[in-house]
């Protein structure tokens, strides 16, 4: 049995080309530890009221300029209220208008992911377990979200 191709795997989708597309111009971007500063970890659903983290405005900025497309990726939104949150969140600080692409708590197509959390593999399986460790003994914002 061999592996169907990409192609072959999304023959049903009517809208590949718009798929592919939009993902090659995607930017997902983590929340906690991202945009918002998670200083003191999880406090509940709703975010601490606290300024985002420098040049995170900046950055979503240059997105934008660059004709890239955000979305913001948080295990919060998979349930109204914290959604909510992090909506108002966006909104109060003057970022939810580089938000083309919404807030999802699933992992969205993009070409590339902007993560506090993440260990990039690159091909060495070794950098990724030593970057697994790193990141769970320099556990500074809490539990992944
Ligand atoms: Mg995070």
Redesign the pocket.
């Known amino acids: 049995m061999t592996l169907p191709t990409f192609v072959e795997y999304h023959a049903g989708d009517l809208d590949l080309e718009r798929w592919w597309n939009k993902l090659a111009r995607t930017v997902a971007v ?5 945009l918002h500063p ?1 200083t003191d970890g999880w406090k509940g659903s709703v975010p601490v009221d606290e300024p985002p983290v420098p040049g995170a405005k900046e950055f979503l900025q240059w997105c934008v300029q660059q004709r890239y497309e955000v979305v913001v990726f948080s295990t919060r939104a998979d349930h109204a209220e914290g959604l909510a949150g992090i909506l108002a969140w966006l909104l109060k600080y003057g970022l939810l208008e580089y938000v083309e692409g919404g807030v999802t708590h699933t992992k969205p197509p993009a070409i590339a992911y902007v ?3 993440a260990v990039p593999y690159a091909g060495d399986w070794e950098a990724v377990r030593q970057g697994v460790k790193v990141l769970t003994l320099g556990n500074s ?1 809490g539990p ?2």
């Open positions: 983590d929340y906690d530890g991202v998670y993560d506090d959390r914002h992944a979200t």
